[in-house]
């Protein structure tokens, strides 16, 4: 056997701000934090519905993937895998719906506990959280942006990138 066989993958360096993208939500790019004081992963989310689909718990939200702006507004469908009290950095406690949501960072597409909140006045609106991270990821706090940008054809129209 050699030294590389059974052995686990190796771990992606990422930084501190990465770009990401939610593509079993139909969300193509968005900014992301990359927060190791966070344990579960966190999303923009509004218009909450609840949906009850064969007597279990979905619901329905938009997600705003651009930073600053209320366009290109996507509404996501998702099965409710938990309910759960989170406490901010703040200190601020708030009960959230807790999904599941494959995620794309820096290649690697990982499924994570997502739960959502309404990030409106936050920098980001989505935080990527440590049980995502411990999928194979390792954060370098002094880099940004390792995954690379999306496209050009992919950013919000009306930025005229």
């Not at 990465?18 to 939500?25: G, M, N, R, Y």
């Not at 990030?119 to 049980?131: K, P």
């Amino acid at each position: 056997m050699t030294a590389t066989e059974g052995s686990p993958p190796s771990n992606t360096i990422v930084g501190w701000r990465e770009w990401v993208s939610l593509p079993t939500a139909g969300v193509a790019w968005m900014k992301a934090k990359v927060d190791t004081g966070a344990r579960t992963s966190a999303l923009h989310a509004f218009d909450l519905e609840e949906l009850d689909r064969d007597g279990e718990l979905w619901v329905r939200y938009s997600v705003h993937p651009w930073q600053d702006s209320d366009e290109d507004a996507v509404s996501v469908t998702s099965k409710v895998v938990d309910r759960r009290e989170v406490r901010s950095s703040s200190g601020h406690a708030e009960e959230r719906y807790v999904v599941q949501l494959d995620v794309s960072l820096c290649g690697r597409v990982v499924t994570a506990e997502v739960t959502l909140s309404n990030r409106d006045e936050m920098g980001f609106r989505m935080l990527v959280g440590r049980e995502a991270l411990c999928q194979g990821f390792l954060v370098d706090p002094s880099e940004s942006y390792l995954g690379g940008r999306p496209k050009v054809s992919v950013r919000r129209k009306n930025r005229g990138r």
